[in-house]
């Protein structure tokens, strides 16, 4: 069976958005506390929202999703931040009404996403543009170990190299592997912190990695 990277679109995010938590299998601390309920059909339904809202605010957000031919059925996705011009501003961790269960809940999130975000703008501040992140690399569990994440990440490096940016990624343990692999290295591996009074809540751990700016092949 033949896989094929295509550009994908906000029509194919209904589609995306399901696989983005398949993958995670409701597992990881940081997904479930910045998009709650994620394995619910009404939780996916705010996610989807929230993240076409990413896209539309970025100065270049590109979509790519990794296709089956032999079933047509989108297996996985990647979407990629390219900075030509100027650098991404820090934003504020929100959600629709009802997005978390709790205040306490929410807040939580919101000091995650406000520590994850912090050592990711040290990266932007040390390095010139053009700049990428890999905001997202997702495969649906019952089709990974067939290469698909591996043609995304092809197809990502080569706009990447297209217009001389360095990337980076901010990486799982289990990705981590992946990453290297194209030619990404390991900055600092992070504990994000959270004020005491969530000492008690899961701990959320992160690989900062990058990789150098190259010439096109």
Not at 87 to 106: C, I, N, V
Not at 130 to 153: E, Y
Request: charged residues 25%; contains cysteine.
């Amino acid at each position: 069976m033949t896989l094929r990277v295509e550009p994908a679109h906000n029509e194919d995010l209904i589609k995306i958005v399901p696989i983005i938590f398949d993958a995670y299998a409701g597992k990881h601390p940081y997904i479930n506390a910045v998009f709650p309920n994620n394995l619910t059909e009404d939780g996916q339904e705010k996610a989807l929202k929230r993240i076409i809202g990413i896209g539309a605010s970025s100065e270049t957000s590109q979509w790519e999703k990794v296709v089956d031919t032999a079933t047509d059925q989108i297996i996985g996705a990647a979407m990629w931040l390219i900075y030509r011009e100027k650098k991404p501003e820090a934003h504020h961790l929100d959600g629709p009404d009802g997005t978390w269960d709790s205040d306490a809940d929410k807040e939580y999130a919101q000091q995650l996403y406000k520590s994850y975000a912090a050592e990711e703008q040290a990266f932007w501040n040390s390095n010139h543009l053009p700049l990428m992140s890999i905001n997202a690399m997702v495969v649906l569990r019952k089709h990974q170990f067939r290469g698909a994440a591996s043609l995304l990440m092809k197809s990502g490096l080569k706009m990447a190299d297209e217009v001389g940016a360095a990337c980076i990624v901010i990486s799982t343990d289990e990705a981590r592997w992946l990453y290297e692999k194209a030619g990404f290295v390991v900055d600092k591996h992070v504990t994000l912190p959270v004020p005491e009074k969530f000492a008690d809540r899961p701990k959320v751990r992160f690989f900062y990695m990058h990789r150098d700016r190259r010439a096109p092949e």
